[in-house]
C-alpha cells in the first residue's frame, strides 16, 4: 500500500483530479464563458489546490534526475517560432537587445538584460516535463531563481501572484500569458531558464527565457517570457483566469 506522500500517489491524485476538465476541453472555450461551468472549474481547481498543499510542504521538491536520463532531444511543443516581428527582431541578433521587464506591485520596477541575467547566481537542475496531453521529458535546465530575481525588485505585499507575459499567440490567438501564486513563485526549483542541456535555450524550447515550475504541468511553463507583471488579481487580464489555456477551461492549479 502506498503512502500519502508517495510522490506516484501525489501525480495520481493530481492528475485525476485534472482529469474532470481535460473531458471538457473540446469546445472548452464556449464552456469557459458559461458561469456554470466557470463554478465547476473553480470548485475542482480549489480542491486540486487543497488536496496538493496538504501532500507536499512549501520545500518540497520535484524529483531531480541523473545526466544519464536526460532526453538526447528535449520535445518543444506549442508555439516553437513565434511570428510577432519585434521577437523576430531579437532573435536575429541573438537577443542582444531583448529586455525582461519586471513591473506591477514592485518596488524597484526594472528591465535586465539577458547578459544581467546570466550574470546572477543560476541553478541547474534535471527535472522531468509532463504535459497534459500524457507526453513526459527530462531535461537539464540552467537559469535565475525566480526569488533572486523577485529579490532585487522588491515585491510589494498587495503582490498575489505572478504573471508571465509572452512574445508567442499561440495558433496566431492571443498573446500567451501564465501566473503563478507567491508560494510557488518562491520555490527553489521555479526557475527562468536561459540554458538547456548545457547550451543556449533554442527558439523551439522558448528563447531566450521561460518559466520552469517544475511542480506544475507543462502548460503552466511559459515560453518566450518578455514581461513578468506582479499583481493582486486577474482581472485586468485575458478572461480573467491567470492563463492562456486557463482561458479556455484548463484549471488554473496544475501541482503535480
Request: aromatic share 10%; charged share 25%.
Amino acid at each position: 500500500m502506498t503512502s500519502p506522500t508517495d510522490p506516484a500517489r501525489r501525480r495520481f491524485l493530481a492528475r485525476a483530479a485534472l482529469a474532470s476538465g481535460a473531458l471538457l476541453l473540446t469546445g472548452c472555450d464556449r464552456l469557459s464563458r458559461s458561469d456554470t461551468m466557470r463554478q465547476l472549474f473553480d470548485a475542482s481547481g480549489s480542491l486540486t489546490q487543497r488536496a496538493q498543499r496538504l501532500l507536499a510542504s512549501h520545500e518540497a521538491l520535484a524529483r531531480e534526475y541523473s545526466p544519464a536520463d536526460i532526453a538526447p532531444t528535449f520535445r518543444a511543443n506549442g508555439t516553437t517560432n513565434p511570428r510577432d516581428e519585434a521577437y523576430r527582431r531579437l532573435a536575429a541578433n541573438g537577443f542582444r537587445d531583448w529586455r525582461l521587464t519586471v513591473d506591477g506591485l514592485v518596488e524597484r520596477p526594472r528591465a535586465f538584460s539577458l547578459d544581467d541575467l546570466k550574470a546572477m547566481p543560476s541553478r541547474t537542475q534535471i527535472t522531468r516535463h509532463d504535459c497534459v496531453e500524457g507526453w513526459s521529458c527530462i531535461g537539464q535546465w540552467t537559469g535565475v531563481v525566480l526569488d533572486d530575481l523577485l529579490a532585487q525588485v522588491g515585491v510589494r505585499d498587495a503582490a498575489r501572484f505572478v504573471v508571465f507575459h509572452c512574445a508567442d499567440r499561440y495558433r496566431g490567438g492571443d498573446a500567451y500569458y501564465e501566473s503563478l501564486d507567491m508560494r510557488e513563485a518562491y520555490h527553489p526549483q521555479t526557475l527562468l531558464a536561459y540554458g538547456l542541456n548545457g547550451a543556449d535555450l533554442p527558439i523551439a524550447n522558448g528563447a531566450p527565457l521561460r518559466l520552469r515550475a517544475e511542480r506544475q504541468l507543462g502548460y503552466k511553463m511559459a515560453k518566450y517570457v518578455m514581461r513578468i507583471e506582479l499583481v493582486e488579481s486577474f482581472a485586468h487580464l485575458g478572461r480573467g483566469r491567470g492563463g492562456y489555456w486557463e482561458d479556455r477551461g484548463y484549471q488554473w492549479w496544475a501541482g503535480i
